[in-house]
């Protein structure tokens, strides 16, 4: 195969994200037009606005990452790369609309990739100017936990998935993005909850954890209406309150809740991903999504990881988010295994990452 120069594309939830990557993983250009802002007011996203958001920057940013990468002919590419699911339905329509164009026009093979194994893939990627450094070694188990995904998969190789456990209700970012309103937190939650965490002191707060038996399932929902009582009884309304205005709250009472629950979260995913680690001899640990940017559930991942001698691959933050490079990353190997899509290619909202 030549360098594996591949155009990627990613717009499944509320990024317009086009990169360019080479071997499946070195970043030559990553571009990135964020909708946290557009989506702020609303405290979540609004499909429709999201898709229209996409329409108007796709096209810039195409243009932006092919100016980094210094792509002046299409021939300098290998295939072009698209997200085809899951996601919301008009968003991931941008993207795979702008993808088939390109592809098409100029003669390139089209890759379909899963959202979901991006996250996995973002674990192979270097910045442009960074050393190389080894990359994860198979057998391998990753979790990747975002605002709409939270499972733990084993790969045994390239493109091979097993899935060993996942969310039987909510994620956890979801669940982060919620409490965050309930406390009076901006949103995104999950940033909001670890800043207003780290002004804790008393830490005499405690929020269940739902371990779900021997399995390496989750559940956060409980958690969520553990949250709302325990707000509830801060601001000295019944627990059945149904209307709760998390402003009205102490920045002690807020600081304290935010550590209660994010330690509640943080110690069903670490220990569940290590124990997975344990019992499946894995050689290397990938941790992605969303909420992978949250520095105290790396650093727990990774004192764990380090007594046990295998190492833990965590993307930089800004990887660990919606991204297109991590797409390129994995359309790499699809394109290795002759994966292509074709004419019919279209937007599957509800695709899973294993049947």
Known sequence: MSSGRILAVESSCDETAVAVVEGGRRIVASVIASQVQLHSATGGIVPEVAARAHLRWMIPVLDEARTRAGIDDWSDLDA????????????????????????????????????????I????????????????????????????????????????YRLLGQTVDDAAGEAFDKV????????????????????????????????MGDSYDFSFSGLKTAA???????????????????????????????????ESVVDVLSSKLLRAARELDARSIILGGGVAANAVLRERIDEG???????????????CTD??????????????????????????????LVV
């Open 121 to 160: 893939y973002a674990a192979w990627l270097l910045d442009p100017d960074e050393e190389v450094k080894p990359a994860p070694q198979f057998p391998l188990v990753a979790l990747v936990v975002s605002g709409g995904h939270t499972f733990i998969v084993e790969m045994e190789d390239h493109i091979t």
């Open 180 to 211: 965050g309103r309930l406390l009076g937190l901006s949103y995104p939650g999950g940033p909001a909850i670890m800043k207003a965490a780290a002004g804790a002191t008393t830490h005499d707060r405690r929020f269940p954890r739902a371990w």
């Open 305 to 319: 990881a380090r007594g046990m001698g295998v190492p833990l691959i965590v993307p930089r933050p800004g990887l």
């Open 323 to 352: 991204n297109a490079a991590m797409i390129g990353a994995a359309a790499y190997h699809r394109l290795e295994a002759g994966v292509r899509g074709d004419r019919s290619l279209d937007a599957r909202p509800s695709l899973k």
């Open 80 to 119: 072009v790369a698209v997200t085809e699911g899951p996601g919301l339905a008009g968003s991931l329509l941008v993207g795979i609309t702008m993808a088939k164009t390109v592809a098409w026009s100029v003669g390139l093979p089209l890759v379909p990739v899963n959202h979901l194994e991006g996250h």
């Open 228 to 262: 709302r009582h325990e707000v509830a009884g801060a601001l000295g309304l019944p627990p059945e309150a149904r209307e709760l205005d998390g402003s009205d709250l102490s920045d002690d009472d807020v600081a304290e809740l935010a550590w209660a629950f994010q």
